[in-house]
């Protein structure tokens, strides 16, 4: 038996494998020590044999009340990924797998490699209305790449998506996918009706450092991009920087920056109800933007979510609520679940990379019902 965490996003420690019903391990923190969550291995054993696994530092997690009702995920292919029982009790995290192969892989969520992310761009960037466009480098070095969807004429509205400012939410940029492969489906009447009236400014990974690192929440210093949108730096937040760069270049009509909850079993918006300058226009937006997301997903829902900001207490460190002032445009976060869609449950899988991606074709349909109105 042998587990490994060797590998693009992995994040486990060994602390003891010497009994396969009591297999020891911990969660590696993210840099700054501050957050921890996430976890993505592999397992190698013997076809038939049930393997128990431990996380003994579960207790001390950046989210407890994530592993309330939470199941592991796991897949052979690195394709399909299902749920593992999974249990929480007296700050250990208790995993059981019945191997079927003799390998398989158990993470947080279903990963989204960095690999799948560099294929991402090169197939979008072959389309004749997609090109890709550097904006910098992150600290680890990496390219920040956006993809831009459109003609660029500046008479049409200008959509702005954001993805994985925290890593190791990787159903973000799963949305993300499944949005652009329906924005540049030359059949898609939604898509090509959209493209007529905006242009797309898409970046599907925020934080590169940060995923191929295994962290959960921050970059390659420790610094959580989400609360880094008043003062940006490139020592601190590159990622940041080179966005809102960008970002006053263009102009901002609507902004999506799309995340995961740990806790929350639910699909939901977060808005800028909070902000100084929110104002009746926008509340109209937000409210039909919403009601027509429902129509389009039977996974979202606004009944559950975050409690709404008093006016004018936002933080206005967080992308939605520094967008939304600086621009005077709708803005939201959109909120997917590490767990199960409570009201919607798929026994084998929960919320999964391809629930995430249908989530990303419905979002094109909001866009569009609101697109005419947001200047």
Avoid at 185 to 201: M, S
Avoid at 274 to 301: C, H, I, W
């Amino acid at each position: 038996m042998h587990i490994s965490a060797n590998f693009d996003a992995g994040n486990i420690e060994v602390i003891n494998a010497e009994d396969q019903t009591n297999i020891q391990l911990a969660i590696r923190p993210d840099v700054g020590g501050e957050f921890f969550q996430w976890f993505n291995f592999r397992l190698s054993g013997e076809v038939g044999e049930q393997y128990v696994l431990n996380i003994m530092n579960a207790g001390k997690a950046s989210y407890l009340a994530g592993w309330e009702d939470y199941q592991a995920v796991a897949s052979y292919d690195r394709e399909y990924w299902f749920r593992l029982p999974t249990s929480y009790k007296a700050g250990k995290l208790t995993i059981t797998a019945e191997l079927a192969c003799e390998s398989i892989q158990i993470a947080y969520f279903a990963p989204y490699s960095y690999e799948r992310h560099q294929d991402l761009l090169a197939a979008v960037q072959v389309h004749p209305l997609a090109c890709l466009e550097h904006l910098g480098e992150t600290l680890d070095k990496r390219d920040l790449t956006l993809v831009k969807v459109g003609d660029g004429d500046s008479k049409k509205r200008s959509i702005w998506i954001t993805a994985r400012q925290h890593p190791g939410e990787t159903m973000a940029e799963w949305l993300v996918e499944g949005l652009l492969n329906s924005l540049l489906d030359e059949d898609n009447a939604t898509a090509k009706l959209l493209l007529e009236k905006a242009n797309f400014y898409i970046v599907p990974n925020m934080n590169p450092d940060g995923s191929v690192r295994g962290h959960l929440r921050t970059n390659a210093v420790g610094t959580n991009l989400n609360r880094e949108w008043a003062n940006p730096s490139l020592e601190k937040s590159p990622e940041v920087f080179h966005v809102i760069n960008k970002m006053e270049e263009t102009g901002v009509d609507l902004f999506y920056d799309v995340h995961g909850d740990e806790a929350l079993p639910y699909v939901f918006l977060a808005g800028s109800q909070g902000t100084p300058s929110y104002n009746d226009r926008l509340a109209r937006l937000r409210d039909k933007f919403s009601e027509v997301l429902k129509l389009a997903s039977a996974d979202f829902q606004s009944e559950f979510g975050y409690d709404i900001d008093a006016p004018g207490t936002a933080n206005m460190t967080i992308a939605t609520h520094w967008v939304a002032e600086r621009f005077d445009c709708l803005a939201n976060t959109l909120e997917m679940p590490f767990k199960e869609n409570a009201n919607l449950p798929f026994e084998d899988t929960g919320w999964s990379p391809e629930r995430s991606i249908k989530l990303g074709e419905a979002s094109l349909v909001a866009m569009l019902a609101v697109v005419d109105e947001l200047r």
